[in-house]
Structure formats: structure tokens, C-alpha cells
Nanobody
Framework: VQLQASGGGLVQPGGSLRLSCAVSGNFYSINDMGWYRQAPGNQRDKVATISRLGTPMYEDSVKGRFTISRDNAKDTIYLQMDSLKPEDTAVYYC??????????????WGKGTQVTVSS
């Protein structure tokens, strides 16, 4: 199983970016998925998660600015980031809890995509 994240880049404060994360490989289904971020010198923190049924949860600092969504047919999640701030600068990682045909769950991480918010 592999997670491929994309969509990062350089954006000015107040701008927008949309991240995508596609899951590929052999598996039965995907449960919770989420986005995390890690700034230099900091630990990796949760940004937003979404259940298989589409219930989102957000870290307080991104509520009202970020929107997480998923397309189960494409095994992909998205993170729409609006009103970006310099403090949103970090490497963004996606995570997925993947079930095999015996319903055994394994957590996988993508390699990360850099988001830089700067003028």
C-alpha cells in the first residue's frame, strides 16, 4: 500500500492550495484518513481527519479555513486550504488506516508535501 500526496507549493498569505492524497495497492477498504503537518523543529501535529462515512474533524487553528473531503471511489482525500497564514508553513503528510480482507488494520503514511506561505 502506498500513499501519494501532492498539491503543495509556495503561496502568499491569504492564498489557497488544495492537497490530494491517493491510496494505491492491495487492500479491502480504508477507514479513517487524515492530514498532519510538521514544521521545522516541531512535532508532527494533526490538522484534520475524516471517517469513512465522511465525518470531518479539525484542529482548532484551521477550523473555518481548511476543508477535508474524500472520494471513496478514487481512494483519495483532499485538503482545501484557504486564507493561508505563514504559520501554516510545514510539510503536510497524509495518513490512512487500511484494512485487509481479514479486516486487519494497518496505518500508512505518505511521504509529505511542502506547503510554504510567504510573501
Amino acid at each position: 500500500v502506498q500513499l501519494q500526496a501532492s498539491g503543495g507549493g509556495l503561496v502568499q498569505p491569504g492564498g489557497s492550495l488544495r492537497l490530494s492524497c491517493a491510496v494505491s495497492g492491495n487492500f479491502y477498504s480504508i477507514n479513517d484518513m487524515g492530514w498532519y503537518r510538521q514544521a521545522p523543529g516541531n512535532q508532527r501535529d494533526k490538522v484534520a481527519t475524516i471517517s469513512r462515512l465522511g465525518t470531518p474533524m479539525y484542529e482548532d487553528s484551521v477550523k473555518g479555513r481548511f476543508t477535508i473531503s474524500r472520494d471513496n471511489a478514487k481512494d483519495t482525500i483532499y485538503l482545501q486550504m484557504d486564507s493561508l497564514k505563514p504559520e501554516d508553513t510545514a510539510v503536510y503528510y497524509c495518513k490512512a488506516r487500511v484494512l485487509d480482507e481479514e479486516y486487519y488494520g494497518t496505518t500508512y503514511w505518505g511521504k509529505g508535501t511542502q506547503v510554504t506561505v510567504s510573501s
